[in-house]
């Protein structure tokens, strides 16, 4: 995992959580979106929720979903990998987008 700096940390979550929203935008799914305390929360319309959250000790993005909490770790060249198995954080929320709601997604978060 790459060290940023607190600012850098904070850059890139920032930019990660536009993405988020521009994609999910674009998409079909019937869900609200806000910010609370620098967390994205996905609200689904049936009630699930997922918080985007960072973790500036740990410079971690944390996803957290009904089943479980997962991290992710900054690497310049590959961007928000999954802790365990270097899964893109954009494919995590997308499978769990879909478990949860049963409609695929693809969500595109690289930069234009």
Do not use: C, K
């Not at 740990?58 to 909490?69: C, G, H, K, M, N």
């Not at 494919?91 to 234009?112: C, M, W």
Request: zero cysteines; aromatic letters at 6%.
């Amino acid at each position: 995992m790459h060290e940023l700096s607190e600012v850098d940390f904070n850059r890139q979550v920032d930019l990660l959580q536009d993405r988020i929203e521009h994609a999910l935008d674009a998409s079909d799914l019937d869900l609200d979106m806000e910010v609370i305390d620098g967390s994205l929360v996905l609200i689904l319309s049936d009630g699930p929720r997922l918080v985007i959250g960072r973790q500036p000790a740990s410079r971690e993005i944390w996803l957290t979903a009904p089943d479980a909490t997962r991290h992710f770790g900054y690497f310049p060249d590959e961007g928000w990998l999954h802790d365990s198995d270097d899964e893109p954080l954009e494919q995590v929320l997308a499978d769990i987008l879909a478990d949860l709601t049963g409609e695929e997604l693809e969500l595109d978060l690289e930069e234009d």
